[in-house]
């Protein structure tokens, strides 16, 4: 039998790893993964703010991220700088004023490891409720605009001259990414979500045919991960966040294998 705390985690895992597989196959397709270390560098500075000002921080940390994601799109458009060159710039800039907000506050004692590598098996009610209310809009608005969305990101010259402004879709993609780091904060850490969105992603492209089908697979992987990691944290006494990752780099060894389906 299984006590309630666990029941709680293993939920809260499947959440986060519906919405990170679903998003991940869209990181994987972009080439983003920066975006995602960009946008979970960000989040301590969120979580710092979040301590400072008495706020939840699943809240203060999806500010910041919303926020650098934003203004990633705008210096995109008006510096003409590479994407990448910008991400370096916000990624260790949101990190540094994360650290400093929590170096110049003497009377905030916080131990930020479990924001950093998660802590599922503290996960509440109450942050339960948050990570399925999430999933439920994420997967929601994916489900609504999930063709769009592919079309924009496969080929965005005949996206537009089919009717679809990808600029658009871009922006929906990153602020739906904003918010599952911030609400993955609990189960796997800032520094951590990046891989479960693209280690599960990068795996079940290998063995998929359709982005349909990938999507799919990638969240059938992440759950698999989440759920193989928590249970090898319980037997081993390993913190539960880079469990959960190693189970998925695990998987993604297997899809390495020869025997494996070979994607079309």
Same mark, same amino acid.
């Given at each position: 039998m299984l ?8 939920l809260?895992?499947?959440g986060v ?14 080439r983003m ?5 960009? %946008? ?8 710092g ?7 939840d921080l ?7 991220t919303?926020?650098?994601a ?5 210096m995109?458009?008006q %510096?003409?700088?590479?994407?990448d ?5 916000l ?9 400093i ?5 003497p009377s905030?004692?916080?131990d930020l490891t479990s924001?950093?590598f998660?802590d599922v098996l ?9 990570i399925f ?7 929601g ?5 999930w ?5 924009? %990101?496969?080929?965005?010259?005949l996206?537009?001259a ?13 602020l739906?990414?904003?918010l ?10 800032v520094?951590l ?5 693209i280690?599960p992603?990068?795996?079940a ?5 359709s982005p ?17 990691g928590?249970?090898?944290s319980?037997y ?5 966040g880079?469990?959960i ?12 294998l020869?025997?494996?389906l070979?994607?079309?």
């Amino acid at each position: 039998m299984l006590d309630d705390f666990f029941v709680r985690a293993a939920l809260a895992a499947i959440g986060v790893a519906a919405m990170a597989g679903s998003l991940g196959c869209f990181v994987v397709w972009r080439r983003m993964a920066y975006f995602g270390d960009t %946008t979970a560098h960000a989040a301590l500075l969120g979580i710092g703010l979040g301590i400072i000002l008495g706020v939840d921080l699943t809240l203060g940390v999806a500010a910041v991220t919303i926020s650098v994601a934003l203004l990633l799109l705008a210096m995109e458009k008006q %510096t003409g700088l590479a994407l990448d060159t910008l991400l370096g710039i916000l990624a260790h800039t949101s990190l540094a004023l994360g650290v400093i907000v929590i170096a110049l506050t003497p009377s905030l004692r916080v131990d930020l490891t479990s924001y950093l590598f998660g802590d599922v098996l503290a996960v509440s009610p109450a942050d339960l409720a948050v990570i399925f209310s999430m999933a439920a809009f994420v997967l929601g608005v994916l489900a609504v605009i999930w063709r769009k969305l592919v079309a924009a %990101t496969m080929d965005e010259e005949l996206a537009a001259a089919e009717g679809v402004n990808p600029a658009r879709y871009r922006l929906v993609l990153v602020l739906l990414l904003a918010l599952t780091i911030a609400v993955a904060m609990k189960v796997v850490g800032v520094l951590l979500i990046t891989a479960l969105l693209i280690i599960p992603a990068a795996a079940a492209r290998r063995v998929s045919t359709s982005p349909e089908q990938m999507a799919l697979v990638a969240v059938g992987l992440a759950v698999c991960s989440a759920i193989g990691g928590l249970y090898l944290s319980l037997y081993l006494d390993t913190p539960s966040g880079p469990s959960i990752v190693i189970a998925a780099a695990f998987i993604f060894a297997i899809s390495l294998l020869p025997l494996g389906l070979k994607r079309g």
